[in-house]
């Protein structure tokens, strides 16, 4: 068995090094492997690859070629460098704190603390209508509420000097009692009672349950690790701030600079036109950039801050630890009657953030008894904030392997036990779906991977030494929507420019852009520019909650369309243009120009079109915002999450299936994840390529949330052990197996306007219950609290 895997992965590296080689030499290779046949999208001939086409990113090339430059890469000229203090006590105050001998250090122009603090305002809560993740504000007072907290800046000529001046600042604390984790005695649990869910008498339905089973689940604090750091330049000039920043949202980030700074909202500036990762951790910045831009505005230079690795486990809030009691009831030929949960997750003492985890529990299966609760409960840490998935992942965690447990207490198949309890509407909402293709996702999932080959009984399969375990689950995904707008530009060289302020975080925004505007202008979407990430670009909302694609697109496509309408217009009605006098249903767009629909040599490039037409016809504005809505109103909507909505009449979701394959070791208890399969129903996907990209990184996000990931803390003072790339795991190349991504959805257009749903946060979600339940029924141990590694099994 060995000479066998040691042959694969030799073979895999070679094959690796070919598509290397041939990128660097510009050129494209297809797998061949069964995980990309099962669902490789046919190859395009259609010159204009519209919505719907398997293209390739957009911004690919200049990423991997280095051009792409990030928010830090900005140069400015004259630039400062800062360095960020932060506590290493939990809880306290400082007592004394020196910086005379930063101060004196080489390089040094300012050294900001609490002792000679800059000015900065409590921004508003995004739950109170603002946008602001967390509302504490550094350097104002010498309160420490967590450790790593950030108190001070230094600010030197290069970041050598600030780094080493940092250093010399020292720091006396006079620490109180500290609670660590939540359940600490002295911790005091808030209700979050508006994510209460109360429907029929789950409690009576539980006691005249035949089978009841009552078990307790656990996620520890997770963290985001995206590649780019949180870094910021930030130049006060002439009464404005502008600020590189990476941004998920750039409308957002714009609101609580503004607050932080006490300036209009429209003298703040953001550009973010790419996002080196952030899977949840940069749709709002962080107190690290309210302090590059006070003390941008203070010393009248621009300023670039960047945290370390792992200064990013304290400046900013990962997924919290969550832990949710289940109790499930049914009877004995299948029938899930009654649910009963009761849940916690960890937050700081200052905000409340809630991971809930119900967010599924009433949703998934037709079940009318459900009670579930979910409190916060407040602790020396930093606020936590978003993580792929937030809520639905862990409250799936939780489901998906009580229903595998539920269904060895009935000696029933794991699928059949779902499949039993199929929900033909939402119970918790009581409307119809507006479109559930989780039936067709469990039989090409279960075809694909071979469950019928399955042996339910635990410890039942197995190849040498090692343990084999199939497990499934189920996973969802809401859909969120948010008005936004567009503007396409017709340049005197007769080429089309799409520009929108949403961010492209690398998912292809770029590339689903053009091709939306290609579709309707009727020419090759790589032949459109697209310019994103710019708060003085048309409006739209965050990069989050798998809603930009959805909103951004439907922007462009009106946007488009009225593009389509004025070139039409002026083809028909400019006098010296070849068609003039055409009425313009006799017209069409093709090629590089418009064109007579019968007399195709009669025509008009666009390049010409643009010299005969005024200038300021050549640029179209349109979106998806109601037409009665006055530009603050617009402005408040995207600069705000609470404006989100959801479809009135249905309710609308993405689903999956997932199947994996686990191997154990018997002597040692490692595990290895042998293969994945997943169908998914993302409706529509608007780029196959880029859909199944997104996909499979949620998947492996899920694989480092099972079996990996988790945020060790010093039970003594509050701080993050291994919060370094070193020792916080997450999965690398040889740690991902062979994944199959198989898309059974279909056009939605009661969920949006142009029929797509959630992706990038589905893939992700019940991705951690399946290899729990594959765990299980390799080694005939159940793992409740993630990650699951080998001591809990051995």
């Not at 998912?507 to 710019?534: H, K, R």
């Not at 994945?676 to 949620?698: C, E, F, T």
Request: charged share 20%; proline share 5%; net charge negative.
């Amino acid at each position: 068995m060995s000479d066998v895997n040691d042959k694969s992965r030799r073979e895999l590296l070679k094959a690796t090094a070919a598509i290397s080689a041939a990128g660097s030499l510009g050129l494209s290779m297809q797998s061949a492997s069964a995980s990309d046949t099962a669902t490789a999208e046919p190859e395009t001939t259609d010159p204009i690859e519209g919505l719907g086409a398997g293209r390739s990113r957009g911004d690919g090339k200049v990423k991997v070629t280095g051009e792409a430059r990030y928010a830090v890469e900005h140069q400015p000229e004259n630039p400062l460098y800062g360095v960020v203090i932060q506590s290493t006590v939990a809880s306290g105050r400082i007592s004394r704190m020196s910086t005379e001998k930063a101060q004196q250090a080489s390089g040094v122009v300012a050294v900001y603390t609490h002792l000679n603090s800059l000015k900065i305002n409590k921004p508003t809560a995004i739950a109170d209508g603002g946008a602001a993740q967390s509302t504490y504000t550094p350097i104002q007072d010498d309160v420490i509420i967590h450790n790593g907290q950030n108190i001070g800046l230094v600010v030197a000529e290069t970041f050598e000097q600030a780094t080493y001046a940092a250093s010399l600042v020292e720091i006396d604390y006079e620490t109180s009692p500290a609670l660590i984790f939540a359940t600490d005695e002295g911790v005091e649990p808030k209700p979050v009672s508006k994510q209460d869910i109360d429907m029929g008498d789950a409690q009576a339905a539980m006691q005249q349950a035949e089978v009841r089973l009552s078990q307790r689940y656990t996620t520890p604090r997770e963290y985001n690790m995206p590649m780019e750091p949180h870094a910021c330049v930030a130049e006060w000039q002439d009464g404005r701030m502008t600020v590189w920043e990476p941004s998920q949202w750039v409308a957002g980030a714009q609101v609580e600079i503004a607050e932080w700074m006490g300036i209009d909202v429209e003298d703040v500036r953001i550009i973010s036109p790419y996002v080196g990762g952030g899977f949840g951790s940069k749709p709002v910045p962080y107190t690290h950039v309210a302090l590059a831009s006070v003390a941008s505005r203070a010393l009248k230079r621009p300023i670039k801050v960047s945290l370390t690795r792992p200064q990013t486990f304290t400046g900013l809030g990962g997924r919290p630890a969550t832990s949710q009691q289940l109790e499930l009831g049914a009877s004995r030929d299948g029938k899930i009657q009654a649910i009963i949960q009761r849940s916690f997750s960890e937050t700081s003492l200052i905000d409340v953030f809630a991971e809930n985890c119900s967010k599924v529990t009433a949703r998934m299966y037709a079940v009318g008894n459900v009670s579930a609760q979910h409190q916060v409960r407040p602790i020396n840490t930093v606020t936590p904030g978003w993580m792929r998935a937030p809520g639905e992942n862990p409250s799936a965690f939780g489901l998906e392997v009580a229903m595998d447990e539920m269904a060895y207490a009935l000696n029933i198949d794991p699928l059949e036990l779902r499949l039993r309890n199929w929900a033909d509407k939402d119970y918790q909402l009581d409307l119809p779906w507006s479109s559930r293709r989780l039936k067709e996702a469990y039989q090409k999932g279960a075809e694909a991977f071979g469950w019928d080959k399955r042996i339910m009984t635990p410890r039942s399969m197995r190849e040498g030494r090692e343990l084999i375990g199939w497990g499934m689950a189920s996973g969802t995904y809401p859909v969120n929507k948010l008005p936004a707008e567009a503007k396409i530009i017709l340049t005197p060289q007769g080429k089309f420019v799409v520009q929108c302020a949403g961010a492209d975080i690398g998912t292809g925004t770029y590339t689903i852009l053009a091709q939306t505007a290609a579709d309707i202008l009727g020419v090759a979407s790589t032949t459109i520019e697209v310019q994103l990430g710019d708060t003085e670009l048309p409006r739209a909302g965050v990069a989050g909650g798998s809603q930009l694609a959805g909103n951004v697109t439907a922007a462009v496509n009106d946007t488009a369309r009225r593009m389509r309408d004025q070139l039409l217009k002026l083809a028909s009605e400019l006098p010296q243009s070849p068609l003039n006098g055409t009425p313009a249903s006799q017209l069409t767009l093709k090629g590089d120009g418009v064109q007579h629909n019968l007399r195709s040599g009669l025509a008009v490039s666009f390049a010409r079109l643009a010299s005969l037409a005024p200038a300021e016809s050549l640029t179209v504005k349109g979106g998806t915002f109601p037409d009665d809505l006055s530009q603050s109103e617009r402005d408040k909507m995207v600069r705000n999450l609470n404006d989100m909505s959801r479809p009135e009449k249905f309710s609308a979701h993405s689903w999956s299936a997932q199947f994996v394959e686990v191997r154990v070791d018997e002597d040692f208890g490692t595990i290895r994840v042998k293969r994945m399969v997943a169908a998914l129903d993302s409706g529509r996907l608007y780029n196959p390529k880029l859909a199944r990209s997104q996909w499979i990184g949620g998947m492996i996000m899920g694989v480092g949330q099972a079996l990996m990931e988790e945020g060790i803390v010093d039970p003594r003072n509050g701080r993050v052990i291994n919060n370094n790339l070193a020792d916080y795991l997450v999965p690398v190349n040889g740690d991902i197996p062979s994944i199959t991504t198989i898309n059974v959805g279909e056009p939605d257009f009661e969920a949006t306007t142009m029929g797509g749903k959630a992706v990038g946060e589905l893939g992700i979600v019940g991705v951690a219950a399946a290899i729990s339940n594959a765990v299980f029924h390799a080694t005939g141990k159940r793992v409740r609290d993630l990650p699951i590694t080998l001591d809990k099994i051995i």
